[in-house]
Nanobody, 115 residues
Framework: QVQLVESGGGLVQPGGSLRLSCLAS????????MRWYRQAPGKERELVAY????????KYADSVKGRFTISRDNTKNTVYLQMNSLKPEDTAVYYC????????WGQGTQVTVSS
């Protein structure tokens, strides 16, 4: 069955960096685009970044452009989100997402940006 498992979240000071990972299994990873979403307390889940199946095309939310980078390693069935220059407003649970006939979500990983 499809599984998406995120890791790499934590507590970081403003201006710091984190790299999230999402290990995928149960499907042909290299055939599908992947996305990262986030959900802050009291807010709707929002799309953060998108990467095409081969990694050639990426898209970002305006709020993270120039600070976050999505990438993937199809040999490791893993998608990454490198987050730099983190701000308190980046605090959220970050989710890995894949559309494979239906929506699949990971369990989420908490990112807290605070001094």
């Amino acid at each position: 069955q499809v599984q998406l498992v995120e890791s790499g979240g934590g507590l970081v000071q403003p201006g710091g960096s984190l790299r999230l990972s999402c290990l995928a299994s149960g499907f042909t990873f290299s055939s599908y685009a992947m996305r990262w979403y986030r959900q802050a307390p009291g807010k709707e889940r929002e799309l953060v970044a998108y990467i095409s199946n081969a990694g050639y095309n990426t898209k970002y939310a305006d709020s993270v452009k120039g600070r976050f980078t999505i990438s993937r390693d199809n040999t490791k069935n893993t998608v990454y989100l490198q987050m730099n220059s983190l701000k308190p407003e980046d605090t959220a649970v970050y989710y890995c997402y894949a559309l494979i006939g239906r929506d699949y979500w990971g369990q989420g990983t908490q990112v807290t940006v605070s001094s």
